[in-house]
């Protein structure tokens, strides 16, 4: 997870064009912690600066969404069921086309039967 952690802060931070080092001084650590997080190589991360990375880069796009909303629970698991497919495409693209097709036909069905 923490490689997954330090690459997704590097790209945020890329992305919005924030320095290393104007990052690290607004969430008061070294650049040093920083980059050491960036590229794998602490496996510390406080509960405390993941809520400072979230609220300056919004890592965890999900905590801002409204939970009580209707649409939660169904956007929750697309998205779950996105990562799942993409992982069986990757593995057995056979498996993945079957159940997509599947999928597919039966919304197929549905929206004839309308």
């Given at each position: 997870?923490?490689?997954?952690l330090g ?16 990052l690290a ?90």
């Open positions: 997870m923490l490689q997954h690459q997704t802060i590097r790209t945020l931070r890329k992305h919005k064009g924030i320095t290393l080092n104007d001084a607004k969430l008061h650590v070294s650049p040093g912690y920083l980059s050491n997080l960036e590229t794998m190589k602490t496996d510390t991360v406080s509960l405390a600066f993941l809520e400072q990375i979230q609220e300056e880069l919004n890592l965890f796009p999900a905590l801002t969404q409204e939970t009580d909303s209707s649409n939660h629970e169904l956007n929750f698991r697309l998205k779950r069921l996105c990562q799942v497919l993409q992982k069986t495409h990757d593995e057995n693209p056979v498996l993945a086309n079957y159940f997509l097709s599947h999928v597919e036909k039966g919304l197929e069905i549905y929206q004839q039967s309308q």
